[in-house]
């Protein structure tokens, strides 16, 4: 095949994916059919931040948590105001992401930190590589396809880049004196106006 025949290809934000005739998922939105041919190409007016795609077989029904699976995470997610799913543990985090979030944590006066009223930790964490039956299915249950995961008070927050830009932009600190945990780094900029 010459390169001639490649001299109308346009390389698309999406060119690290193979696609196939199949259906492309937007996050909590509708699946989109996408046709290929040799004369259509196709094109998204805006790309959302994660996408997933699935054969045209799977787009119909997303694989179910096992409700034994479901309650084993939801506690796991619960037992402390924050929790952080990862490698490792925050003592030693075996990847550089879930140390990078350990660290955040660790700015912000929460890792170490007890609860004043029941003297209970702040912070669990729990090393998804030591049972692989809950790596796979926190994937489903929070929807988010990496590690580290961080909880506060259940809900679902983000992954390492969600928390790293949260610092940077002073929201965590926010969400974290919101929420009653506290951050040690709001009461360093207190302490510096008094």
């Not at 290809?9 to 492309?24: E, H, K, N, Y």
């Not at 490698?87 to 170490?112: T, W, Y």
């Not at 692989?132 to 008070?153: C, H, I, Y």
């Not at 600190?173 to 951050?183: C, N």
């Amino acid at each position: 095949m010459s390169l001639r025949a490649f001299s109308k290809l346009r390389i698309l934000p999406l060119s690290a994916l193979r696609l196939a005739q199949g259906s492309v998922s937007f996050l909590h939105s509708s699946t989109l059919p996408v046709q290929f041919s040799k004369t259509v190409r196709p094109t998204f007016a805006a790309l959302p931040t994660r996408i997933s795609v699935r054969s045209s077989s799977e787009a119909s029904s997303p694989p179910e948590l096992d409700k034994a699976l479901r309650n084993r995470l939801t506690e796991l997610t619960t037992r402390t105001r924050v929790v952080v799913l990862m490698k490792g543990d925050p003592m030693e985090p075996r990847c550089g992401f879930s140390n990078a979030v350990c660290r955040i944590l660790e700015a912000h006066g929460v890792l170490g930190k007890h609860d004043p009223a029941t003297d209970a930790p702040l912070l669990s964490s729990f090393d998804v590589l030591s049972d692989s039956e809950v790596r796979e299915a926190a994937k489903l249950f929070s929807d988010w396809p990496t590690f580290p995961q961080v909880f506060f008070d259940g809900e679902f927050i983000g992954g390492c880049d969600i928390l790293l830009d949260m610092h940077r932009s002073g929201k965590l600190a926010a969400e974290l004196e919101r929420r009653g945990i506290g951050s040690l780094l709001t009461e360093r900029e207190k302490g510096k106006k008094n």
